[in-house]
């Protein structure tokens, strides 16, 4: 706690698109309150002023190479919360599709002869490397739940990230939904808590919350092939987020 | 007398970057500026990916210019698959387009540049100190921010853009709000400038090589060919003749350079090349800040951005109203001509121009990808000022001249994060 | 404006309002812990309303901002005198955000909700009570009536078993009634320590040990589902008939009102028919045991 | 009430069948718009919804069905019950009141859903927030014509048509609609803000030609009739058919989500940012997901998909008859288009009674 009593957090990133720390400057646009009940200590992306005695960390980013390990666990000795931020962190998020293809092949591709310059092995979501308390999912977060779950934790709550499918949201907004429109969505097996937002515009929703804790996998895919998709093409949409989540999977069929 | 300014990582820029500048005896003998983000391999990534998703994974590469990236992203697919847009879509494309330019240049002056001039580190203190002025930066970042959510659901990641098109389409009474706001918004626009033209940029000249699209009917966005302050002018498909790619091992971004040494992207090129093209009301601004091309003061990239706020808001209100008055037909996006393809998608996105460039496979499969990004076509151009503005102002303490680079640094508003990386398409 | 039917008249409990979802409140005036998990409460009513409650019955207990849980009313009616006790075992938001309160600090309270014990049907017959773990929370209420009016009944067994003698829960009460020759207390834990010199072993175990006129006795179980089942074959076992053994169910709720749908079993609702059943009503449901 | 069929011979009976034209009608509504807040069937995405509509030409009064019932307006997908203050604990406030409305356009099995979310809101203990939206809505239903589609069966559920629950109800005549006046508010809604006329007797045979010509284009779709439909699934609860829907099911909770008879909710708290004050809001909740019934520590006292769809169709089919005199199942065929694996009361219902017929469990 800082001397006025309000709980200290900071931000930090690793490999990602800083989208989600823009979406918590966003978030202050609709809540500047938020500022009264939390102190920030660091941010890099938005502030100069740096402090080290946080009690709640939001990590956005995964994990991509060895050298980020360090810097991962001290935040963690450090703060008694650690908070996954976004899709990179929670789940390895669109860092994660290099793993689709040998390591070697991805630096060359990009690289050249250069290669060996970079390091880099195969991006994992930072619970692969820390113990992570809770995860606000999505790519990028979404605002209105990167408040809630900072309200719960200043009350000493749980988070409340939804364990449901997409669907449910999707239906409670009374969207058509895209299967009657003849497209595809994982809504059904993917973590409600976005808002169904993706399939509220027209989109299939691409599965960047991850997944429920119970998918029916098996039902999922008949609806896809029913729905027309190949086998590769399922192998892509269920990859789009999720390749180190479903990664093992793949490695097993070929 | 040695100096050593090491600044790891910088803030309030958008992803991770150092400054090691090294004096002895009065003698420049390092002047850096590293890329330490990770390598993330973008290009690699689309590798195989079907080509609808192309844009929804390389709006990721940044969370700033998501939208700009979707964008280019987008024009290149289109272009390689003989896609041609309605006149509908066009409009909402730039409409957007716009949201981002507002939203990035809105984030970038306010917040990271304007804390510099009031002696601060960051907006938080000028919540007590200027609390009119962050007031007035949030609510016009949340229209910026608001406009994008209209016509694509969010501004990070948009989602409504697609491969020809639209998947939703906003409401008559969703733009008429939008167009309410947008006017009201033009008093803090005028505040912006009476801001902006009171602040005392730094004084520092380095001429250098200005690239950006071109168009001959509007201030270049999307689409258009390259030009540069040389007098180049050419398609974007030659994009490679001018943004000669090349390695250097402190930074896991790439550099670029054409003719001279070094060449420059962003607001202060797009200013410098298209500056008839911008909107009256912009030019008020251009002058207001004291702004005539060419300008070549890099401080002043900041300054075109403020110009560039003014342009693209009054744009987006003629394109609401153009919207407005022809109505919004919800339409089904345009179709794919042919397969295989190849194609190069360009924008001028808030920093810069962007280059997306893919070859797409008998199966609908993205077999080449190529982006180049304007923060990696700046850090040359970036470490050459550094190497003019350390001996001006060697005589300052190490603080003093820490704050000078740093502001140089921020004057690029440069997106690190966008670290992806080329190779010669095969 | 529209006509529709004539509705039953709202139940009307001590402190429900005009809004079956909103609370009243109450007042914590004494805070005690049993053990690391489990602490009691002692809770006041404004203007020293009595709460008018029958053991079995629960409340529905709200730490604002947090939300609400139902706890049974584990103090008995004859020893109300304008509070009542709930004893409540940290384990999720509610109960932790309870645990946290301090004495005089209120909590929103709706209730008594559910159907209790018919106890005065119980007059004249032997008790065989037999709960496990937290199962005594509900259950104290009924026996600590039942004791408050001991010459009404026959014999009282109390079979209470917990997973360590550390979790076994009331113990100056359990030792007060160990030292009644007109209560027959016998307890047990899953796993013994050092100290404990009592029956090992789970709560089945101690059947064996008891010898009961099963035409005239009353048997009651709460306890977690694995328990609860052995228990109840035991009571079958006895003698004992399905009309007489009594059980306190428990299930995810809500509402407490019989309209959010979370406690259903089958076609009944565990918060308004129950949380108190007869065997005999409840053991023809797929989904209640 | 209104009867269900008028006999054309007696004019001096006291008939309260009225007409209104078309144009009257469109006249009707625009007068109620200062007055009300009107909800009625409007275009959305490729479907319909109930929305509040500004002006009348939004409205589509021949719309198939809508994706959400009409239910939402009285009992919200999301709604606050209470504010709260955590500073000396307590209700503070009263939620928003209704405003009076009119919902326009609900077909007959949406209206049989209503009789029974009524008689659940009402009985036992009595809700004060749906009851309170409830008593300020006007209902004015509209007869179906012919099915939406091939997912509709109510014919077989014995809601094709209605003789109550309705305040107004309109039959289609091609260039008017025939009005029944089930309520005193609805005759008091078309005495102040509408010019009808009393039918005609030729207005009365047209109203029966119509309502004749309607019924044959509805086909029965259960191999049974409804009333055996509770003792069908009294002795169904160990089909085999429960683990094969739970095989196949998603869990994804459209079907409950979208059925005008659900009413299951959960409750939670939120507060503002200054962590003080807040609200107590119910949601839908459903007993298909995986959360419905699990308590502290984990136990799920429902825990396999099979489980929860026998649940939800023994709801449908006999918990809930039971339980209020209404039937769980209106036959909208809602949940049917809304489910991705096909599962569907129709198959489901016969599945069970072929079941039982053939002794196969
Ligand atoms: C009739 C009845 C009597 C009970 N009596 C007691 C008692 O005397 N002492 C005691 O410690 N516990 C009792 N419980 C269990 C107690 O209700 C749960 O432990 C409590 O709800 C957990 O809430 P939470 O918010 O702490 O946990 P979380 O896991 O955060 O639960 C969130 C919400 O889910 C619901 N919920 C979760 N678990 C249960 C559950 N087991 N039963 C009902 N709802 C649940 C509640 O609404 C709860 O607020 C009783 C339960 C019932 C049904
Ligand atoms: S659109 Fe997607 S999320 Fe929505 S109901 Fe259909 S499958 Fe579910
Ligand atoms: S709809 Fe799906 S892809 Fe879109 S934001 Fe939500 S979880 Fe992510
Ligand atoms: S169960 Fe299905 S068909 Fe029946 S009322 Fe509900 S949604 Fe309609």
């Given at each position: 706690m800082s001397s006025n009593g309000k709980p200290k957090i900071a931000f930090f990133d690793f490999t990602s698109c800083e989208g989600c720390q823009l979406t918590v400057i966003d978030s202050l646009q609709d809540h500047p309150e938020l500022l009264n009940v939390v102190?920030?200590?660091?941010?890099r992306e938005a502030m100069t002023e740096k402090g080290e005695d946080y009690q709640i960390a939001f990590v956005e980013g995964s994990c991509s190479r060895a050298s980020d390990e360090p810097r991962l666990k001290k935040i963690r000795q450090q703060a008694a919360i650690v908070v996954a931020l976004g899709a990179c962190a929670?789940?390895?998020?669109?860092?994660?599709?290099?793993?689709?293809?040998?390591l070697d092949e991805v630096r060359k591709y990009v690289y050249g002869d250069k290669a060996d310059w970079y390091e880099t092995y195969d991006a994992r979501p930072i619970s692969a490397v820390i113990d992570v308390d809770y995860a606000i999912p999505g790519c990028p977060i979404d605002r209105n739940e990167f408040i809630s779950v900072v309200k719960a934790l200043l009350l000493g709550k749980k988070p409340p990230i939804p364990d449901y499918p997409l669907c449910v949201e999707c239906k409670l907004k009374g969207n058509v939904c895209l299967y009657t429109k003849g497209q595809v969505c994982l809504g059904p097996v993917t973590r409600a808590g976005c808002g169904a937002i993706c399939p509220s515009f027209g989109a299939s929703c691409e599965a960047c919350r991850g997944f429920i804790t119970n998918p029916n996998d098996n039902s999922m895919r008949e609806v896809l092939i029913e729905a027309g998709l190949t086998v590769e093409d399922i192998t892509s949409i269920y990859t789009m987020f999720t390749t180190y989540q479903v990664r093992e999977k793949i490695q097993q069929k070929g | 007398m040695s100096k050593r300014i090491d600044v790891h990582h910088v803030t309030r820029v958008e992803g991770h970057g150092n400054i090691v500048v090294e004096v002895e005896n009065g003698n420049l003998t390092a002047c850096r500026f590293e890329v330490v983000e990770t390598p993330r391999f973008f290009e690699a990534m689309l590798l195989g990916r079907p080509y609808r998703e192309a844009s929804h994974i390389t709006s990721r590469i940044c969370g700033i210019c998501a939208t700009g990236h979707a964008t280019a992203s987008l024009r290149a697919t289109e272009k390689a698959l003989g896609v041609t847009l309605s006149e509908q879509s066009w409009l909402l494309r730039k409409l957007t387009f716009h949201g981002e330019i507002l939203d990035s240049h809105i984030l970038h002056v306010y917040m990271l540049v304007a804390p510099d001039f009031l002696g601060v580190g960051s907006v938080i203190p000028l919540v007590n100190t200027h609390p009119e002025t962050v007031l007035r930066a949030l609510r016009m970042k949340k229209l910026a921010g608001d406009i994008c959510a209209t016509v694509t659901g969010r501004h990070t990641h948009p989602i409504a853009m697609t491969v020809g098109g639209f998947t939703h389409f906003p409401t008559i009474v969703e733009l008429e709000n939008l167009y309410q706001r947008l006017i009201e918004s033009r008093k803090d626009l005028d505040a912006t400038v009476e801001l902006f033209s009171k602040l005392p940029w730094p004084e520092f000249e380095r001429e250098t090589e200005y690239v950006s699209l071109s168009k001959p009917d509007e201030y270049a966005f999307i689409d258009g060919d390259i030009v540069t302050t040389d007098g180049v002018r050419m398609p974007a498909e030659r994009y490679k003749e001018v943004t000669n790619e090349f390695m250097v091992p402190h930074s896991t971004a790439k550099f670029t350079r054409n003719k001279r040494e070094s060449l420059m992207v962003g607001a202060l090129a797009r200013f410098n090349n298209n500056y008839e093209q911008l909107h009256p009301k912009a030019k008020e601004a251009a002058a207001a800040l004291g702004m005539?091309?060419?300008?070549?003061?890099?401080?002043l990239n900041s300054g075109a951005q403020v110009v560039e706020i003014v342009h693209s808001t009054e744009d987006a209100i003629q394109i609401v109203e153009k919207l407005l008055e022809r109505g919004i037909q919800p339409e089904e996006p345009a179709h794919v001509t042919r397969m295989p393809g190849e194609g190069v998608g360009v924008a001028e996105v808030p920093r810069g121009l962007l280059i997306h460039h893919y070859q797409i496979g008998e199966d609908g499969c993205i077999t080449g990808a190529n982006c180049i990004i304007p923060t990696n076509q700046n850090i040359n151009n970036l470490e050459h000022d550094m190497r003019v503005l350390v001996p001006q102002v060697m005589h300052k303490n190490e603080d003093a001249m820490r704050l000078d680079l740093e502001m140089l640094v921020r004057a690029y508003d440069p997106c690190i994060s966008c670290s992806v990386h080329v190779l010669t398409i095969r | 404006m529209v006509t529709i039917a004539s509705y039953p008249q709202m139940q009307t409990g001590t402190i429900m309002d005009r809004d079956i979802y909103a609370p009243g409140l109450g007042t914590i005036v004494n805070i005690r812990p049993l053990t690391s998990l489990e602490k009691v409460f002692t809770i006041q009513l404004p203007e020293g309303q009595s709460l008018g409650h029958r053991p079995g019955q629960f409340m529905e207990v709200s730490v604002f901002g947090i939300g609400e849980a139902p706890i049974s009313i584990s103090s008995s009616p004859s020893r109300s005198n304008g509070t009542f006790e709930l004893c409540a075992r940290k384990v999720g938001d509610v109960t932790t955000a309870l645990h946290n309160l301090k004495v005089g600090d209120k909590v929103g309270l709706r209730g008594p909700f559910g159907r209790g014990f018919p106890y005065e049907n119980f007059r004249g017959k032997d008790i065989l009570f037999a709960p496990g773990g937290l199962g005594l929370a509900p259950l104290r209420s009924l026996i600590n009536q039942v004791l408050d009016e001991r010459n009404l009944y026959g014999r009282v067994i109390i079979l209470y078993g917990a997973r360590n003698p550390g979790e076994l829960l009331f113990k100056d009460e359990l030792k007060a009634w160990s030292e009644r020759d007109d209560v027959e207390l016998m307890l047990t834990v899953d796993r013994g320590d050092e100290a404990w010199t009592g029956n090992v072993g789970v709560i089945t175990t101690l059947f064996k040990f008891i010898s009961i006129y099963p035409r005239n006795t009353v048997a009651i179980t709460c306890g977690p589902p694995v328990m609860y089942r052995f228990v109840l074959m035991e009571f079958i076992g006895k003698g004992i008939s399905e009309g007489n053994i009594y059980l306190s169910l428990e299930r995810k709720m809500k509402c407490g009102v019989g309209k959010c749908g979370h406690c259903q079993i089958n076609n009944i609702y565990a918060c308004q028919s129950g949380p108190v059943f007869p065997y005999k009503e409840i053991k023809g449901l797929e989904e209640a045991l | 009430m209104a009867p269900l069929y008028y006999s054309i011979t007696t004019e001096e009976q006291n008939v309260s069948l009225t007409i209104l034209s078309k144009s009257a009608f469109q006249e009707f509504v625009a007068r109620l718009l200062p007055h009300y807040r009107v909800v009625g069937p409007v275009p959305h995405d490729i479907g319909y919804s109930f929305e509040e509509i500004q002006d009348v030409t939004e409205l589509r009064m021949e719309y198939p069905t809508t994706i959400l019932p009409p239910k939402k307006w009285f009992l919200p997908p999301k709604e606050t019950l209470f504010k709260f203050t955590r500073k000396n604990g307590g209700v503070i406030q009263d939620p928003p009141e209704t405003p009076p409305t009119v919902i326009l356009g609900v077909h007959t099995c949406d209206l049989h859903a209503i009789q029974l979310l009524d008689t659940v809101f009402s009985s036992g203990q009595y809700d004060v927030h749906y009851m309170g939206r409830r008593k300020k809505t006007l209902i004015i239903s509209i007869e179906c014509l012919s099915p939406c589609d091939e997912h509709s069966f109510c014919k077989d559920m014995g809601t094709l048509t209605a003789d109550e629950g309705y305040d107004l109800h309109l039959t289609d005549l091609g260039d008017s609609y025939a009005i029944d006046v089930g309520t005193q508010a609805g005759a008091d809604l078309l005495q102040n803000y509408s010019s009808s006329s009393v039918a005609t007797k030729e207005e009365i045979q047209k109203l029966n030609a119509v309502i004749n010509a309607k019924w044959p284009k509805f086909s029965y779709r259960l191999d049974f009739d409804v009333s055996e439909l509770s003792s069908i699934m009294e002795l169904s609860m160990k089909s085999p058919l429960w683990e094969e829907l739970g095989n196949r099911c998603l869990a994804c909770a459209s079907c409950t989500n979208v059925c005008p008879t659900c009413f299951c909710f959960d409750v939670k708290d939120e507060v503002e940012l200054d962590l003080v004050t807040g609200q107590r809001v119910r949601n839908w909740d459903s007993c298909q997901l995986d959360d419905f019934a699990t308590v502290a520590g984990g136990h799920n006292f429902r825990a396999s998909r099979a489980l929860r769809q026998r649940h939800r169709f023994m709801r449908k089919g006999k918990y809930i008859l039971d339980a209020h005199k209404h039937l769980g199942c209106v036959g909208c065929g809602r949940c049917a288009r809304a489910c991705l694996v096909n599962i569907t009361p129709v198959s489901t219902f016969n599945e069970l009674y072929r079941q039982q017929e053939t002794g196969s469990h």
């Open positions: 102190e920030i200590v660091q941010f929670h789940l390895g998020g669109v860092n994660a599709l290099k793993a689709l293809h040998p | 005539k091309p060419k300008v070549t003061n890099t401080y | - | -």
